[in-house]
């Protein structure tokens, strides 16, 4: 079986497992359990199909390894592996039926998120039929990423510690505005999306016109991120009405130097 053709196999049992587990138990974030799991593992099926012989495939493994450990990490504490459905699905379901919620679970929370999981792992592909000899660039995007790695490390756990704060009632603020949150509202999101425009240019770049196909998993998932920015940011306005203010000075993704509220 070609790489491909295994990748698009494990995608197809990943998700049918994640929508039957869902019906099954009424919990919609069995798809957000394989999130960090499934984009290394396709990387990995590109990187041994060529034996472990191309660098610049061995180390986008190990780097978005290392991305999937963080992910993991993080989605553990917070309760993810032990029935903790994601707020936003949650929320969801209030808004319409019951059949129409289980016709966005099947469209859009397994289907379509799990191609994406499959096209933010494309570069890789795109690599191993254009190989090349490892150059210095290669060097600074890998190092690039890794600092990105550590932004989005610092900004989790700001959150973390922040919640948990909150938690035990040792502050009155209702949401996060201090650290890497002072200058965007979501720096994760900033961080995630840099480590796989990385993983795109690092991939595919390289391979000229032939590399642009691969250009779907970034934009995808940008779209997702702003999409999701919308979703959870109506949430949060709705329930504290000092979000506003901090929407309208502070950058929604990428970091930026706070704006003055206007009197």
Do not use: C
Not at 31 to 49: H, Q
Not at 79 to 86: H, K, L, P, S, T
Not at 204 to 224: C, D, I, K, N, R
């Amino acid at each position: 079986m070609s790489p491909l053709g295994l990748i698009v196999t494990i995608a197809a049992v990943a998700g049918a497992f994640a929508w039957i587990a869902s019906l099954l138990t009424r919990d919609t974030s069995w798809i957000d359990r394989l999130w960090s799991i499934l984009p290394e593992t396709y990387v990995w099926v590109v990187a041994t199909s060529d034996h472990l012989r191309d660098a610049r495939l061995d180390v986008l493994a190990v780097l978005t390894t290392l991305w999937g450990l963080r992910l993991t990490f993080n989605f553990a504490r917070k309760g993810g592996y032990r029935g903790v459905e994601d707020y936003r699905w949650a929320e969801l379901r209030t808004t319409m039926s019951p059949a129409l919620f289980q016709v966005v679970n099947l469209v859009f929370i397994v289907t379509t998120q799990s191609a994406l999981l499959v096209a933010i792992a494309l570069p890789a592909l795109v690599a191993r039929d254009h190989p090349h000899p490892w150059r210095p660039l290669d060097t600074v995007l890998a190092a690039l990423f890794l600092a990105a790695l550590v932004g989005e490390t610092v900004a989790d756990e700001q959150q973390w510690r922040f919640h948990q704060r909150k938690h035990r009632g040792e502050t009155e603020r209702p949401f996060l505005t201090e650290g890497l949150f002072r200058y965007a509202r979501h720096p994760n999101y900033f961080f995630e999306l840099a480590q796989w425009w990385l993983v795109y240019v690092m991939g595919a770049a390289g391979a000229g016109v032939a590399g642009w196909w691969a250009l779907v998993g970034p934009v995808a998932l940008t779209a997702l991120f702003v999409g999701s920015t919308r979703f959870t940011e109506s949430i949060s306005a709705s329930k504290y009405p000092d979000y506003a203010t901090y929407q309208r000075t502070t950058s929604p993704i990428v970091p930026w130097r706070p704006r003055r509220q206007s009197s």
